[in-house]
């Protein structure tokens, strides 16, 4: 049953895409820096999901998890100092 897991993490980067979409709509109408940056943040998570179909589903043999630390822990880098250093107006 190799179909499961495929739909798992489809839907996952889906609804990582949905926020970040929605997060950046409401960026565009308030234009609070904090909604940009969790915006990318959800852009970075839904690629680690990309990564995460490649390293399981389509190269089984292949251990791309390092990559996928790596790209978790860019948006994780990206969306720290984002919540600690805005302010609140």
Sequence with gaps: MIIAPIVIYSLC????LTCAWLLLQA????R???LFWCSVFFCI????????????VVFPDVDLMVYRYA?????????????????EV
């Design 13 to 16: 980067m889906l609804t990582a």
């Design 27 to 30: 960026y565009i109408k308030t």
């Design 32 to 34: 609070y820096r904090l």
């Design 45 to 56: 998570a839904a690629m680690n999901n990309v990564f995460l179909v490649l390293d399981k």
């Design 71 to 87: 790209l978790a822990l860019t948006g994780l880098m990206i969306l720290l100092p984002a919540l600690i250093l805005e302010k």
